[in-house]
Nanobody
Framework: QVQLVESGGGLVQAGGSLRLSCTAS????????MGWFRQAPGKEREFVAA????????NYADSVKGRFTISRGNDKNTVFLQMNMLKPEDTAVYYC????????????????WGQGTQVTVSS
């Protein structure tokens, strides 16, 4: 059974940092793209960042460029999201996702989703 499990969420003041982690299990994800989405209360889920299977290609939503960095662990089954200079509008539930295609992961519904981790940024 495939599982994506997020961790690292929490409460932080504006301007602070958090690092989210997502560990995938149930299959080998070394050839899969992985990424992050978020959903704020009353809003639709939106794309945040994605990384290809090797870690060499990344893309970001305009709202997080220059502040967030996505990376993969050496085992390729883990993906991280380093979030710096956090703003109150970054408050959301953050979801890990995986798909064979980074383009599909970014623009359509990824194959696998995690359960989400709450990030709250206070002003």
């Amino acid at each position: 059974q495939v599982q994506l499990v997020e961790s690292g969420g929490g409460l932080v003041q504006a301007g602070g940092s958090l690092r989210l982690s997502c560990t995938a299990s149930g299959r080998t994800f070394s050839t899969w793209a992985m990424g992050w989405f978020r959903q704020a209360p009353g809003k639709e889920r939106e794309f945040v960042a994605a990384v290809n299977w090797s870690g060499g290609l990344t893309n970001y939503a305009d709202s997080v460029k220059g502040r967030f960095t996505i990376s993969r662990g050496n085992d390729k089954n883990t993906v991280f999201l380093q979030m710096n200079m956090l703003k109150p509008e970054d408050t959301a539930v953050y979801y890990c996702a995986a798909d064979l295609s980074r383009v599909v992961l970014t623009t359509k519904t990824p194959t696998y989703w995690g359960q989400g981790t709450q990030v709250t940024v206070s002003s």
